[in-house]
T-cell receptor
């Protein structure tokens, strides 16, 4: 009965490097969401996948951010040329019909 | 923008009921009220949701006013582990085309 898992749990990277964050949703969940949360702030929506439909990318803050979901399951969020303001906890959630189940997040620190 | 308003913070004595209010005056007929909470350094956790009837589960009760413009989450016997930020969200139940908009929430502190 695994929940949503994310890896790595922590990532420290140098400014300008690319990073990939992984999300394994709950098996059978058709929807997958990415959010980020800066220190002391609320959740900021980034991108949403629903089945085979085109993803809703309306929350991505810049073209340095991209995400894909392969085979309707695992998702990867990629941040290119990281900046210090990208430092945050990146949360993934999956859903079947309503309530979202969140992973533990990946804490990204850009130095 | 979040479609809900909540108090910024609340205190509650351990063992007492915690009543967290939420206003959602522009809620649409097909929108549900969802509650999540986020304990420090963890991902948000689903608590409960409802449409118009009051709901209860092992975690909490949800009371929705008849006009559906406000609701209250009730933790019947708050414990120190219930200290968290509580988010009230309105959205349609299905996944199609709408994400969850998390406002700033209410920071509940349960005091010994």
């Amino acid at each position: 009965g695994a929940g949503v898992s994310q890896s790595p749990s922590n990532k420290v990277t140098e400014k300008g490097k690319d990073v990939e964050l992984r999300c394994d949703p709950i098996s059978g969940h058709t929807a997958l969401y990415w959010y980020r949360q800066s220190l002391g702030q609320g959740l900021e929506f980034l991108i949403y996948f629903q089945g085979n439909s085109a993803p809703d990318k309306s929350g991505l803050p810049s073209d340095r951010f991209s995400a894909e979901r392969t085979g309707g399951s695992v998702s990867t969020l990629t941040i290119q040329r990281t900046q210090q303001e990208d430092s945050a906890v990146y949360l993934c959630a999956s859903s079947l019909d309503g309530e979202q189940y969140f992973g533990p997040g990946t804490r990204l620190t850009v130095t | 923008d979040a479609k809900t308003t909540q108090p910024t913070s609340m205190d509650c004595a351990e063992g007492r009921a915690a009543n967290l209010p939420c206003n959602h005056s522009t809620i649409s007929g097909n929108e549900y009220v969802y509650w999540y909470r986020q304990i420090h350094s963890q991902g948000p956790q689903y608590i409960i949701h409802g449409l118009k009837n009051n709901e209860t589960n092992e975690m909490a009760s949800l009371i929705i006013t008849e006009d559906r413009k406000s609701s209250t989450l009730i933790l019947p016997h708050a414990t120190l582990r219930d200290t968290a930020v509580y988010y009230c969200i309105v959205r349609v139940a299905h996944n199609y085309g709408q994400n969850f908009v998390f406002g700033p929430g209410t920071r509940l502190s349960v005091l010994p």
